[in-house]
């Protein structure tokens, strides 16, 4: 894909149906994940009447659990485009410094099961299935 056509995100996602667990399957290398990770997955929760979903990344290395908790919320409330924001705090064990990201839904096939997340910095891909 040429660097400059513009990412478009899923619209119209069904956010309820897309919450639960979801496994990562492929990604590009990230600063914030263990070059050894493996089980690596996510979970969402509906939060506050649907205005938020909570998020549990997990992964394991070297045999121990890490994780890290947030909240993602649309970029746009007024947008029907699966671009979402991600907040979480860090350190994780004390957790005192916001960082915020940009999380899009590039691709979901019809059944929900398999699901292509970006950024618009096209720095971070991930391929999930639920």
Request: glycine share 8%; with cysteine; proline share 8%.
């Amino acid at each position: 894909m040429p660097a400059d056509k513009t990412m478009e995100a899923v619209k119209g996602l069904d956010v309820p149906r897309y919450m639960g667990r979801w496994y990562e399957i492929a990604c590009f290398p990230s600063r914030s994940q263990p070059r050894d990770g493996e089980n690596t997955r996510a979970t969402y929760t509906l939060k506050e009447y649907g205005a938020t979903v909570g998020v549990l990344n997990e992964t394991w290395s070297g045999g121990k659990r890490s994780y890290i908790e947030g909240t993602a919320y649309k970029a746009d409330p007024n947008s029907d485009e699966a671009k979402l924001k991600v907040k979480f705090w860090v350190p994780p064990f004390l957790p005192i410094i916001p960082v915020t990201g940009d999380y899009w839904v590039l691709y979901i096939d019809p059944e929900y099961r398999h699901a292509l997340i970006g950024q618009p910095s096209r720095s971070y891909l991930w391929v999930m299935c639920s």
